[in-house]
């Protein structure tokens, strides 16, 4: 029994001392439990202040986003209200546009008529005829004819017939900034691009002392992207459909010009009745400055006839072209005799009948012109 004991007791310890080994391995589990769990929590806690960060980040980004969206939607209600003005204004100044129209042609109608009845009562002693009677002179026929368009000394304002005299004015002023050196053309690079597709560049923004021209070296200037020389005379013209660019068009350059000629002395100012209103005019009061100007056309394309535009006096050239653009070139050889004045529009026709981008390309300072020449061909 006692063996019996000492085997049990020795057993018992064994058992103890696993025991205590269990115990320890139970301790060390336990502290690696800890720490495992310190560690999630100190994670957790960075996760959380990550969290924070993130959400008031989120906070400010929403609050930034709130206001953007905030201007963007005062700035487009502004933009609307700027546009409604805008519309309401072109409609107001069409309505009165049209008004006033409606009251020239009704002026315009009776005196066409009152002329009519003039003509018959004088016609040759045979009243009621418009045929060709004892006397008549054909050559007269077509200079009364073409004195009808013509910008009459007499009267002292522009037909209100012929509608091209705007934008042959505009072509005017492009054509005149190019010679004075103020723009240019783009230059040609590997890939050559026609004359309607080369922007217009600013060269010089140096004043040049005249007003219409200054203002549109200014419009030129302020814009962002270069434009070509075709819609640069609807811009300078207002015959846009964007409302945000007709601050580029030139208003009351008929006007501005004939005060211009009245300080130089070329013109005078009258008021002539029209029926229904009063109407300020400009007639000629220095011919011989218009003579001399239309003498000078008629000895290009006669006396001095060279048929190379090259060879052309730049200046000379660009009138016969906006000339024609303007739709008067033949009031300026309507006091030709007919032998004359045949020979005149035939030349005239071929030297515009040329392929502006071939001729551009022969002599150089002259590109502009040919640029307006193809602008108005176009249109």
């Known amino acids: 029994m006692w063996k019996s004991g000492k085997v049990w007791r020795e057993r018992n310890r064994e058992m103890w001392e696993s025991g205590k080994v269990w115990r320890e391995r139970s301790r060390e589990m336990w502290k690696g439990l800890e ?16 969290s924070r960060e993130m959400w008031e980040s989120g906070k400010v980004w929403s609050d930034r986003s709130r206001e953007m969206w905030e201007g ?26 049209e008004q006033g129209n409606v009251e020239i042609w009704e002026a315009l109608e009776r005196q066409e008529q009152g002329n009519v009845g003039r003509f018959r ?35 002292g304002y522009t037909s209100f017939w012929n509608d091209c005299i705007s934008s ?42 005249d007003v219409l021209l200054d203002e549109t ?34 208003r009351n350059v008929r006007e501005r010009l004939a005060k211009a000629l009245v300080e130089k002395g070329i013109l005078t100012t009258e008021k002539q ?40 006096e730049r200046r000379t050239l660009a009138l016969l072209v906006l000339a024609h653009a303007s739709d008067v070139l033949e009031n300026v050889f309507a006091s030709l005799a007919d032998d004359k004045y045949d020979v005149a529009m035939n030349r005239t026709k071929d030297l515009l009948d040329m392929d502006p981008e071939v001729e551009a390309a022969k002599g150089k300072g002259m590109e502009m012109i040919w640029a307006v020449l193809a602008a108005f061909n176009k249109s």
């Open 35 to 50: 720490r495992q769990n310190r560690e999630l929590w100190k994670s957790g806690k960075v996760w959380r202040e990550r």
């Open 121 to 155: 009562e004088g016609n040759c002693g045979n009243p009621g005829s418009f045929g060709e009677t004892p006397g008549h002179d054909p050559s007269r026929t077509r200079s009364s004819r073409e004195d009808k368009s013509l910008p009459c000394s007499r009267q």
């Open 217 to 250: 070296l200014r419009h030129i200037k302020a814009t962002e992207t270069a434009e070509t020389v075709q819609t640069w005379i609807e811009l300078l013209t207002g015959e846009t459909w964007n409302p945000f660019k007709l601050q580029y068009q030139l």
């Open 273 to 312: 009745n029209f029926l229904l209103f009063d109407m300020t005019t400009h007639p000629v009061c220095n011919a011989s400055e218009k003579q001399r100007l239309l003498k000078r056309l008629q000895e290009s394309v006669l006396e001095r006839w060279v048929n190379e535009p090259q060879r052309m």
């Open 168 to 209: 042959g004015l505009r072509g005017g002023i492009l054509i005149e900034l190019a010679l004075r050196g103020r723009i240019r053309l783009e230059p040609l690079a590997l890939r050559k691009k026609r004359l309607l597709e080369r922007k217009v560049l600013l060269k010089s923004d140096a004043p040049t002392g």
């Open 72 to 97: 963007l939607e005062r700035q487009e209600q502004r933009q609307e209200q700027g546009n409604v003005g805008i519309w309401e204004g072109l409609e107001r100044k069409e309505q009165g546009n």
